[in-house]
């Protein structure tokens, strides 16, 4: 497959977006981000590219000694899991309005401020999980040194699902059998810690007199071992990587207690996947130990499961990964947004969204006309433009969406 270089003053910027869309600002941020001194070997682009936050959606960027909260993102450890039940699609029941309903009884959905328990009535598993993990007391130690960070909705936010691109979904794959995905990050408190990091790296660059030469303020940065708040950031981002991947366990062991109720009898195959795609680790690459930041991209090692989904009435894949090392063994998270949120709204009709997702059980109201397929790049423009980062495993189309 081809692929773009862009060339910049330090680091080139490779593209994995033979015969998908990119927008000319999506590109100016990638050569911004591969312009920074630390940047390692250069900036991978996936295939679902487009503009965020300062640092690009759908990038993957290695760096020597430094680390750029906003690249991370405030959706600390977003990511998918997904589980097939073990059931043939046949065995589905014609009534799936009330599968949706259970679910959405089952997951609070929604934003920070009305998609969380109610003060003491999150479920004792959840409680129990949250103390048994160590989120708990490992939350305490943060909080114990950037105060800032205390809020009572911590816990209210485990095991709940979020709003926007955040869904849970009853899929059936190409074998017909029957898989539950869902996508879900660190909620509240993973926003709360990246915005409060963003913030301080802001401020650290200004006492080192950087500030002017960052291509965007926003790609602020903590150097290891010259900024105090470097360490405390990988303390605090790993913590809400852990929250975010259990709370996908969570919400899943809940969804699969529920479907009990409803569907024939199943058992939940071990065959699952759960990973992140906005994320920061240590990984080892072209010889060299460097941190690795995932900003809407799924880690792709040779033989390792990732999911790609599509949109609310396109298809997704469970892919295993061809450990490509230009793209740092990495592919895309998505099929990446083709306009931003006001734009679909505006350019949309609930009739159009009612037709796009046809066949699927879901809301088809004013309210998620920003979900709508056609906000969204083609998958399968997508996952043909990154055949030497994966293979389709299976391919799932959706029969009920639930979205926050």
């Known amino acids: 497959m081809s692929t773009e270089k862009l060339?910049?003053?330090?680091?080139?910027?490779?593209?994995?977006?033979?015969?998908?869309?990119?927008?000319?600002?999506?590109?100016?941020?990638?050569?911004?981000?591969?312009?920074?001194?630390?940047?390692?070997?250069?900036?991978?682009?996936?295939?679902?590219?487009?503009?965020?936050?300062?640092?690009?959606?759908?990038s993957v960027i290695a760096t020597k000694g430094a680390v750029i909260p906003a690249a991370v993102g405030v959706d600390i450890g977003c990511g998918m899991m997904a589980v097939r039940l073990g059931l043939q699609a046949r065995r589905l029941p014609d009534n799936l309005k009330a599968i949706r309903d259970s679910i959405e009884r089952t997951v609070p959905v929604g934003n920070s401020k009305s998609g969380g328990w109610r003060r003491g009535e999150a479920p004792h598993r959840v409680a129990t999980r949250w103390q048994s993990s160590g989120l708990e007391a490992r939350l305490d130690e943060l909080q114990a040194r950037h105060p800032a960070l205390r809020n009572a909705k911590d816990l209210s936010h485990l095991g709940t699902l979020g709003?926007?691109?955040?869904?849970?979904?009853?899929?059936?794959?190409?074998?017909?059998?029957?898989?539950?995905?869902?996508?879900?990050?660190?909620?509240?408190?993973?926003?709360?810690?990246?915005?409060?990091?963003?913030?301080?790296?802001?401020?650290?660059?200004?006492?080192?007199?950087?500030?002017?030469?960052?291509?965007?303020?926003?790609?602020?940065?903590?150097?290891?071992?010259?900024?105090?708040?470097?360490?405390?950031?990988?303390?605090?981002?790993?913590?809400?990587?852990?929250?975010?991947?259990?709370?996908?366990?969570?919400?899943?062991?809940?969804?699969?207690?529920?479907?009990?109720?409803?569907?024939?009898?199943?058992?939940?195959?071990?065959?699952?996947?759960?990973?992140?795609?906005?994320?920061?680790?240590?990984?080892?690459?072209?010889?060299?130990?460097?941190?690795?930041?995932?900003?809407?991209?799924?880690?792709?090692?040779?033989?390792?499961?990732?999911?790609?989904?599509?949109?609310?009435?396109?298809?997704?894949?469970?892919?295993?990964?061809?450990?490509?090392?230009?793209?740092?063994?990495?592919?895309?998270?998505?099929?990446?947004?083709?306009?931003?949120?006001?734009?679909?709204?505006?350019?949309?009709?609930v009739a159009e969204h009612k037709m796009a997702t046809k066949g699927v059980e879901c809301r088809k109201d004013a309210g998620v006309i920003d979900e709508t397929p056609a906000a969204y790049k083609d998958i399968d423009a997508v996952m043909a433009a990154q055949t030497d980062l994966v293979e389709v495993v299976h391919t799932l189309k959706q029969v009920v969406c639930v979205k926050g």
């Open 7 to 58: 060339i910049t003053g330090n680091a080139p910027v490779i593209m994995w977006t033979d015969g998908v869309p990119v927008e000319e600002a999506a590109k100016r941020q990638l050569m911004n981000i591969a312009r920074l001194p630390f940047i390692h070997k250069h900036v991978a682009a996936m295939p679902d590219v487009h503009v965020g936050r300062g640092a690009t959606v759908g």
């Open 163 to 349: 709003g926007g691109n955040h869904f849970i979904e009853l899929c059936i794959d190409e074998a017909d059998d029957v898989w539950v995905m869902l996508h879900s990050g660190s909620r509240g408190v993973g926003n709360r810690i990246g915005q409060f990091f963003i913030e301080k790296a802001k401020r650290e660059i200004g006492h080192r007199q950087l500030g002017h030469a960052l291509p965007d303020k926003e790609l602020a940065y903590l150097v290891q071992g010259q900024d105090s708040l470097f360490d405390e950031y990988m303390t605090a981002v790993g913590w809400a990587q852990d929250y975010a991947r259990i709370n996908r366990e969570v919400m899943m062991e809940r969804i699969l207690h529920m479907l009990k109720g409803h569907l024939p009898r199943f058992k939940a195959d071990k065959y699952a996947v759960n990973c992140h795609h906005n994320y920061v680790e240590q990984e080892t690459h072209f010889g060299e130990e460097v941190l690795i930041t995932r900003k809407g991209a799924v880690r792709a090692r040779e033989g390792e499961l990732g999911i790609i989904p599509g949109s609310m009435g396109a298809r997704s894949f469970i892919v295993r990964g061809k450990g490509n090392a230009e793209s740092f063994c990495s592919c895309s998270h998505g099929a990446g947004r083709l306009m931003s949120r006001s734009e679909a709204k505006q350019r949309f009709s």
